[in-house]
């Protein structure tokens, strides 16, 4: 079992800038994929990136390519979502998962944080 925990939310002008992180216990992060994925009101959880054990594989969602950056920390059992040149349309809450490969498909995750908030505002 593994507690996933992400922070690190907060209200931002657009062109501004977050770092999110997630925090997991109870298992090593090591040997698992985390992703990220973001929720605005009335939509479906939408992929943002996904990086795989040991950086093997990283994956963005075209519109955040080049302004968001997944990086991941084993030794500390944390894993990051740099976000920059954040725009109104990234504003959701955003969700770090937890599962064996890196995968577009939430589906495919088994571990769930309940969510940090991002507001951009214009």
């Known amino acids: 079992q593994v507690q996933v925990a992400e922070s690190g939310g907060g209200s931002v002008q657009t062109g501004g800038s977050l770092r999110l992180s997630c925090a997991a216990s109870g298992r090593t992060l090591r040997s698992y994929a985390v992703g990220w994925f973001r929720q605005a009101p009335g939509k479906e959880r939408q992929f943002v990136s996904a990086?795989?054990?040991?950086?093997?594989?990283?994956l963005y969602e075209d519109s955040v390519k080049g302004r968001f950056t997944i990086f991941r920390d084993d030794a500390s059992n944390m894993a990051y979502l740099q976000m920059s040149s954040l725009k109104p349309e990234d504003t959701a809450v955003y969700f770090c998962?937890?599962?064996?490969?890196?995968?577009?498909?939430?589906?495919?995750?088994?571990?769930w944080g309940q969510g940090t908030q991002v507001t951009v505002s214009s």
């Open positions: 990086i795989g054990w040991s950086s093997n594989n990283i």
């Open positions: 998962a937890v599962g064996s490969y890196a995968e577009l498909d939430p589906g495919l995750y088994s571990y």
